[in-house]
Structures are given as structure tokens and as C-alpha cells.
């Protein structure tokens, strides 16, 4: 059970990680939070650093339930 | 009280299936000239009420089915797995889908999906996750499972709990801001830690209430004028919880792949040396 759980966060944690990525870069480049002001843009860029950053903390537990490391 | 509450869970289960059928019968009649997209916006409208009176009727259901007394080496009760696991689909549902709605519009992208049934999908999420909340907070009141609320002058001593079992680098900077005293809070008693009474629920409160009231707003809009900056603000506060929740949910695997009994005690309810407290 354990690994199914664990493999199933990493995917959960991977498109996540994909999602604050295109958040962060969407912050920048896109047109639409552009338009819609600096507010958008530092939601979209707050947004995807905390998303990113607790995706990345979901994967290293996932990994640490696989290989059966202590939390 | 068995007997009664599984009675109101009978007739709130007919009224909310009668009214789908009713309602599904007049959206499918041709009479307006509705698209598929705002006939879907529509029919979530309209079955709102229900999916929610559905919910209170149920909670009550499971109340009657657990009782209010601790049973011992259970953690969690069959009534919050079953609400846990549903809310759980609820999310799974509700949540990629409401993230595409709102990234497709970022990034100017569209999927080969038609868009209403992305909605369509978003809108049996949403109707689960509000039969949830409708049915969390019954069994609870039902039942005086109120282990995860912080009683009434504890504030300072959870937060000052939270803040000590914290990595330090994070804890210290946060009960200085706070001006609290780590060393005042003992260890925490009962069945949940500092964690999850002083940040973990409040903040699943607090986003499932935001996500849930402005999704409301959005929904009221086709059954009744909104006013522009009202929906407008709506719209807005919905995409913050959305990403509150998708926060959330990381936050909640994270913590719980790190305590697996946790995850266990929610699949079989048991947990060696607990007693049941939701």
C-alpha cells in the first residue's frame, strides 16, 4: 500500500511542480495577468512558489515512503 | 434517534434524486435556447439547495450511526472516512478541472476537450465538495466531535505549540512575530498535535468556506442579478481559494506520508492506543 500511496504523491507532486512552473513563468510572459495589472502578476508569482515549493516537500516525503527512510 | 436520522437521510437522498430528475427534465425540454455550457451553469444553480440539504440530512446519518462516545483504539469513525474519502473525490474532480478553467485563460490555451465538459466535470466536483461541507460540520455538531477546534482562550498555547514543533528556522522567526512563548505549551494532549488544530483545520476551514461561499456567488448569477464588482470580487476570491486548496492538498500528503498510521487509521478507522475523536 505504502508504494502505490507514495508513487501516486510523487505523480501529485510532479504536476504540481509543472503547474507552479507554468504560474512563475506565466507571471512574466502572458499577456492576460499583463493586462490585468501588477496585482495578478505577484498572485501568479506568489501562487506558484508556494505550490512549487510544497510540491517539491510532497515528492521528497513520497521518495522517503518508497525507500522506506525514516520522515 | 437512529431510526429518525436514518429516516431524514431517506428523504433528503429522495428530494435531492427527485429534483435532479425534475430539473434534468426541464433543462432537457428545448424550451430554452440554452447551449450545452449555460445550461450545465443552470442546472449546478438550481440543485444547489438540495445537494446541500442532502448533506445536512446525511450528516445527521452519520451522527446517529456513531454516537457521541469514544470508542477505544479507533482514530476516526466509519461516517468521517466515509466524508473524508468523498471529499477526497470531490477535490480530485473539482480541483484540475477549476485550475485548467483558469490557467487556459492565463496561457490563452485550449484543450482538444470541449470546454462545458470541463465544467461539467468541475460542477460534480463542486456539488460533492458542498455536500461535504454541509455534512462535515452537522456530524460534528451532532456528535461534539470538537477535538480539531481550538477551545475558547487557547489560542496563544496552540499556536505557541505549533510554532515549537516547527523545523526552528521557521518556528522561531514565527512565535517572535507572534510574541509567543514556546517553552508555555505542553505537549499536546488528546488525539491531535499543535499542527493540526492551530494551522492544519483552520486553514482547510477557512479555504473550503471561501472557495464554497464565492462559488456560490458565481452559481447565484443564473438564477438572479449579481451586482459586476460582487461577482467580480467573487470570481477573484474563488481563484485564491482554489489555489489555497491546491496548496492544501500537498500540505496534507506531505504531513500524513510522514505519519503513515494516519493514513492507515483513515482507510480502517483503527489506530493502536487511540481513542475515536472525528
Given at each position: 500500500m505504502r508504494p502505490l500511496a507514495a508513487v501516486l504523491g510523487l505523480l501529485w507532486a510532479a504536476l504540481n511542480v509543472v503547474l507552479a512552473a507554468v504560474f512563475l513563468v506565466s507571471a512574466f510572459i502572458a499577456t492576460t495577468p499583463q493586462h490585468e495589472g501588477i496585482l495578478a502578476q505577484i498572485a501568479l508569482l506568489l501562487g506558484g512558489a508556494l505550490v512549487g515549493a510544497f510540491g517539491v516537500l510532497l515528492a521528497m516525503q513520497s521518495w522517503k515512503l518508497i525507500t522506506g527512510r525514516p520522515a | 434517534m437512529k431510526a429518525v436520522a436514518a429516516l431524514a437521510a431517506l428523504v433528503g437522498a429522495a428530494v435531492a434524486v427527485v429534483a435532479y430528475v425534475v430539473i434534468s427534465e426541464q433543462q432537457s425540454s428545448g424550451v430554452q435556447p440554452w447551449s450545452n455550457e449555460l445550461s450545465d451553469n443552470v442546472f449546478f444553480a438550481r440543485t444547489i439547495p438540495f445537494v446541500l440539504g442532502a448533506g445536512i440530512a446525511f450528516g445527521m446519518l452519520g451522527a446517529a450511526m456513531t454516537g457521541s462516545r469514544p470508542t477505544p483504539g479507533r482514530r476516526f469513525s466509519g461516517a468521517t472516512i466515509f466524508g473524508h474519502w468523498l471529499i477526497?473525490?470531490?477535490?480530485?474532480?473539482?480541483?484540475?478541472?477549476?485550475?485548467?478553467?483558469?490557467?487556459?485563460?492565463?496561457?490563452?490555451?485550449?484543450?482538444?476537450?470541449?470546454?462545458?465538459?470541463?465544467?461539467?466535470?468541475?460542477?460534480?466536483?463542486?456539488?460533492?465538495?458542498?455536500?461535504?461541507?454541509?455534512?462535515?460540520?452537522?456530524?460534528?455538531?451532532?456528535?461534539?466531535?470538537?477535538?480539531?477546534?481550538?477551545?475558547?482562550?487557547?489560542?496563544?498555547?496552540?499556536?505557541?505549540?505549533f510554532a515549537r514543533d516547527l523545523p526552528p528556522r521557521i518556528g522561531r522567526p514565527l512565535a517572535r512575530a507572534l510574541r509567543l512563548d514556546p517553552s508555555s505549551a505542553p505537549p499536546a494532549e488528546g488525539d491531535f498535535t499543535y499542527y493540526e488544530t492551530a494551522f492544519s483545520f483552520p486553514t482547510w476551514a477557512f479555504a473550503l468556506a471561501l472557495i464554497s461561499l464565492t462559488g456560490l456567488i458565481k452559481a447565484l448569477r443564473y438564477l438572479m442579478p449579481v451586482p459586476g464588482p460582487i461577482l467580480w470580487g467573487a470570481s477573484t476570491l474563488h481563484v485564491a481559494a482554489m489555489v489555497l486548496l491546491v496548496w492544501k492538498v500537498l500540505d496534507h500528503l506531505r504531513y500524513v506520508f510522514g505519519r503513515w498510521p494516519l493514513v492507515a487509521a483513515m482507510t480502517t478507522g483503527r489506530q493502536p492506543g487511540k481513542t475515536e475523536a472525528a
Open positions: - | 477526497t473525490i470531490g477535490f480530485v474532480l473539482a480541483l484540475p478541472t477549476g485550475v485548467w478553467q483558469y490557467l487556459g485563460g492565463i496561457i490563452d490555451k485550449e484543450l482538444p476537450l470541449r470546454l462545458y465538459l470541463i465544467y461539467r466535470v468541475h460542477y460534480v466536483g463542486a456539488a460533492i465538495v458542498l455536500f461535504c461541507v454541509a455534512y462535515f460540520p452537522v456530524y460534528w455538531w451532532q456528535t461534539g466531535h470538537y477535538g480539531l477546534v481550538v477551545p475558547r482562550g487557547q489560542w496563544k498555547r496552540h499556536l505557541a505549540g
